[in-house]
């Protein structure tokens, strides 16, 4: 006889986040180099989201540790910025100092949290040292708003994935900020504005069904 009682349905809740409007916390903020510029940086930041609650799997912590515990909201790598931070010179001959570009982006990222005045306290001999320190100011289990951008890629199984960076803000438009701000300037998430398209013949995307696997992101 045929019955649905034991078919049991997907959250469709990924443990990664994607591009969109989401509510996190960060959990770490540090330096990587990208692998096609070793005197670059893109400045990262590894956030997650609120608990997501009922039968949500998310990642392990300690990936080493199988029986270990489970984040409990999804989780994504956020660099600050689309493009990698480097020493350059522009065709009108101005000079773009990495360390210092980094540096104004910890600002800009600081003053829309509210944590410019503990920003300011930091000093270091080097831009390393620097955001290490300020990993330590960052990571203060605050949660808040936040708009991701992504561009897409598509993996060896032909499902789209995202490499997720903040889209531009200035003074009128912010890529994040605190929960209980009263006139709200956050960059509300457009497909078409925030989301780099693969040129592509056949493009999968990711099944709300699928059954997700520790080893499809390695983010830690």
């Not at 949500?56 to 990698?84: C, H, M, T, W």
Request: one cysteine or more.
């Amino acid at each position: 006889m045929l019955s649905t009682k034991e078919i049991k349905t997907s959250n469709g809740n990924s443990p990664v986040l994607k591009p969109g409007n989401h509510v996190v916390k960060i959990n770490a903020v540090y330096l990587s180099v990208p692998p096609y510029n070793s005197d670059a940086y893109d400045l990262v930041f590894e956030v997650e989201s609120e608990p997501v609650g009922g039968d949500f799997k998310g990642f392990l912590i300690d990936s080493n540790n199988e029986n270990g515990p489970r984040y409990q909201g999804q989780v994504a790598r956020v660099n600050s910025q689309r493009y990698p931070f480097a020493d350059t010179v522009l065709k009108n001959g101005n000079e773009i100092n990495r360390d210092q570009e980094i540096l104004k982006m910890l600002v800009k990222i600081a003053e829309a949290l509210d944590l410019r005045d503990s920003l300011d306290q930091i000093t270091a001999g080097n831009i390393e040292e620097f955001v290490k320190r300020a990993n330590q100011i960052f990571k203060n289990g605050k949660y808040f708003n936040i708009c991701i951008a992504g561009r897409e890629w598509e993996n060896n199984q032909g499902y789209i994935n995202y490499n997720l960076f903040l889209p531009k803000f200035n003074k009128n438009k912010l890529a994040l900020e605190n929960l209980d701000v009263e006139d709200s300037k956050l960059i509300q998430f457009n497909e078409e504005e925030h989301i780099i398209k693969i040129k592509a013949k056949t493009i999968s995307n990711f099944s709300s069904d699928a059954e997700d696997d520790d080893d499809d992101f390695d983010l830690f």
